[in-house]
């Protein structure tokens, strides 16, 4: 199985809301175009529900199977104790030897990546070592094969170690109860990540203090001023577009930024786009005034292409303060904004003459 | 030295390889001048070192009939019409050669031309220094004039052109499948997104659901600029089949930008720009159906209607790309309908 079938395979879902699965249709079969019609009219989408605690300006999620149900479905949110999809009770079952072996965290993978360059490296600065050594008695080079090995170890894929390592710390007994280690750890959302999941999927509660919050009590939340420019709204917009062209939006706070794109989710592919949102008033004047520097451009396209991603300026018509006022549901509200987009890259006139 | 095979890295500007100076193929280098102590390192430089004073020792000098002389009379620059350097730079006009002012600073510069200045009949030879003084009005412009020069580029003012619109023809396909799209027939039962009933929708694939909760934005304003930029310098690539009288539409474009006094342009004066942009290859772009793969991946990088932006802090240059991007017809959503049993975890 190919390495896209498989992630396929673990990752059916782009949303949590889920298409309806129909059964085959056999056109010579009329019975089964009788069975695939009642299908049909019988089945609804089916919603993965979660329920997400408002608690101290915070969004998340307890439940160890609803925090996998947002990772696996769409990507949402990130493990508050994991890089970003949540593997701490995996990682510390596997280090305490409970359970069953499970496969290798992304955290994990990490490790194993820079042990094996270590590696390489230290080859690669004995080999350095001792082509200096034979410079100086005036010999150039004649490590060809050793080279070619030391190539090969660069390139090498990491190996899986199959025995587990067992380390356990004398505050372990806090977290494990009864032979069973219990989960600490949350999933914990962005603002625009609640909103989406509530509004435009409808697939979340919002729980604080036990009592369930609607659609607009959570805006009332999130967007409190209700003014056109608020950071909320605009970066919302912009959440919202990318999502709903079929992106996968997470944050990009790691590389100076608003967004990242990623296509399908983090597993699937490095993201590639990262966003800066930029607001664009209709006022020439807030627009000169508000406009960005190009120092600081110049500096986080440095950033972004030295991640090998691609800087995005994704440039937001805020509208007057007038029309949202009068504009009425949260829709009408989004739809009075617009969005634009413009590429930014360095160029160089020595790569460019060919 | 081992690196250098092992790891490719890119350098841009390196040091003149004077050793290969008279050998017909200039390599790029790797940065490893480190210093090892080592007797063999002490030669190559050495040797490198030796190869730069013997090119800059042979006496550079043109002949008597080679010499170019240019005049400057009644605040204009021209030359006599020989050189090389007539086939990209000036215009030409009744027997005489007329520059710009970057034109002839950087001809100046190079020794190429004899700066002569006439006055009331009498012609005076000028050193750089007094050409400097009298043409160079924008500085800022001059020196992204002669750094692209330099790098080979043939760099001309920028002359507003005719602006060809393209109108795409109408694919068969594309119809065809728009077509497909209104037949299917099951995708029809969809409630309208952000209701309650819009979970009864019948849907079928995961594109309709991404397209149900697509936002309807209204119409982008399209103002006009108060401040437009100017674009400064079309460039080409080097060509030598390249005539000045009838040029090809440019490869890029540039708006010089002084960085102390210039901040990021908004997006009215950005989109401005991007309408009045022309070059050699800006039709294709937004022609280009290309779907899936590393086609795709390039268009989606490149975007449509590029302008170069050249960044000018006190000397030092920069260079910006900017386009327009359409992410929005990337392929991204998965088609693989969910087909068998899946998960019920509704309540």
Redesign the interface.
């Known amino acids: 199985m190919s390495k896209r079938t498989s992630l396929n395979a673990k990752y059916p879902h782009a949303l949590p809301v889920h298409p309806i699965a129909l059964p085959e249709l056999i056109l010579h079969n009329p019975i089964s175009w009788i069975w695939f019609t009642i299908c049909y009219i019988k089945s609804f989408p089916t919603v993965s529900r979660t329920v997400v605690q408002f608690k101290d300006g915070c969004f998340a999620v307890d439940s160890p199977e609803e925090m996998m149900t947002l990772w696996n479905e769409g990507f949402f949110g990130k493990g508050t104790m994991s890089r970003s999809e949540p593997t701490w009770y995996d990682r510390t079952q596997k280090r305490l030897g409970l359970g069953e072996f499970k496969n290798l965290t992304i955290e994990e993978i990490t490790i194993l990546r820079r042990e094996e360059r270590k590696k390489f490296k230290r080859e690669r600065a004995q080999l350095e070592k001792k082509q200096k050594e034979l410079k100086s008695m005036g010999i150039v080079d004649p490590f060809i094969e050793e080279r070619l090995k030391l190539k090969e170890l660069r390139d090498k894929d990491i190996t899986i170690p199959l025995e587990r390592e067992t380390f356990i710390r004398p505050e372990d007994d806090v977290l494990v109860v009864k032979g069973h280690l219990i989960n600490i750890e949350q999933l914990q959302l962005q603002p625009c990540e609640v909103m989406f999941l509530e509004f435009a999927l409808q697939s979340v509660t919002v729980v604080t203090d036990g009592v369930a919050l609607s659609s607009n009590q959570l805006l009332e939340v999130l967007w409190p001023t209700k003014s056109a420019d608020d950071s909320f709204i605009v970066k919302y917009v912009v959440y919202h577009y990318y999502r709903s062209l079929g992106w996968c939006v997470r944050s990009a706070i790691k590389f100076g930024t608003d967004f990242l794109l990623y296509n399908r989710g983090p597993p699937f592919h490095h993201a590639e786009f990262a966003l800066h949102v930029v607001p664009n008033y209709n006022d020439t004047q807030k627009n000169t005034a508000t406009a960005q520097d190009f120092t600081m451009l110049s500096g986080l396209n440095r950033v972004i292409a030295g991640v090998r991603k691609n800087l995005v300026l994704v440039f937001v018509d805020i509208p007057t303060q007038e029309e949202i006022d009068k504009a009425g549901s949260f829709q009408d509200i989004l739809s009075l904004y617009s969005i634009s987009e413009v590429l930014l890259r360095r160029w160089v006139p020595n790569r460019n003459r060919d | ?3 250098e ?2 790891i490719e890295t ?1 350098l ?1 500007d390196e040091v003149q390889p004077w050793e290969y100076l008279n050998s017909a193929n200039l390599k790029r280098g790797q940065k490893d001048f480190e210093k ?6 002490n030669s190559t430089l050495q040797d490198s070192l030796d190869h730069m004073y013997n090119a800059l020792s042979v006496p550079r000098a043109h002949t008597v009939k080679q010499n170019v002389k240019a005049y400057y009379q009644d605040g204009q620059w021209r030359s006599e019409l020989k050189g090389n350097f007539m086939q990209t730079m000036g215009v030409v006009r009744n027997d005489w050669c007329y520059l710009t002012e970057e034109e002839i600073i950087y001809l100046v510069e190079r020794g190429t031309v004899e700066p002569i200045w006439v006055k009331n009949g009498q012609e005076v030879t000028m050193d750089l220094q007094s050409v400097y003084a009298m043409c160079a009005t924008d500085l800022v412009r001059y020196q992204v004039y002669s ?2 020069k330099r ?3 043939i760099v001309q003012r920028y002359t507003p052109r005719e602006c060809a619109t393209v109108r795409k023809p109408w694919y068969l396909p594309t119809m065809f499948r728009a077509v497909l799209r209104r037949l299917d027939i ?1 995708n029809w039962f969809i409630f309208p ?2 209701t ?1 009933s ?14 149900s ?9 399209q ?1 006009a ?2 401040y437009p930029l100017d674009i400064t310098f079309d460039v080409w ?2 060509d030598p089949r390249f005539t000045k009288k009838s040029p090809p539409l440019p490869d ?1 474009q540039i708006v010089i ?1 002084d ?1 102390s006094s ?7 004066q ?2 401005d720009l991007f309408k009045r942009v022309e070059y050699q290859g800006r039709s294709q772009e937004s022609l280009s159906e290309a779907q899936g793969g590393a086609k795709e ?1 390039k268009r ?4 449509s209607n590029c302008v ?1 932006f050249a ?1 000018v802090d006190n000397g030092v240059i ?11 017809s ?1 392929n ?3 088609t ?12």
């Open positions: 030295m081992s690196q095979l092992l890119e841009e090892d102590d080592t007797q063999i390192q750094n692209l790098c080979g580029y099951l997104a952000f309650s819009w979970l009864k929708s019948k849907f079928l694939t995961y594109s309709s659901i991404f397209e909760i697509r936002l309807q934005f209204k119409p982008q304003r103002a600029p108060t690539k080097p890029f930008v960085v210039t901040r990021f342009p908004t997006k009215n950005l989109d991946k989606l990088k490149d975007g170069l960044l920069n260079y910006m790309r900017l386009s327009q991007g359409n992410l929005s990337a991204v959503i998965p693989k309908k969910a087909r068998g049993p899946t998960q019920r975890t509704t309540k």
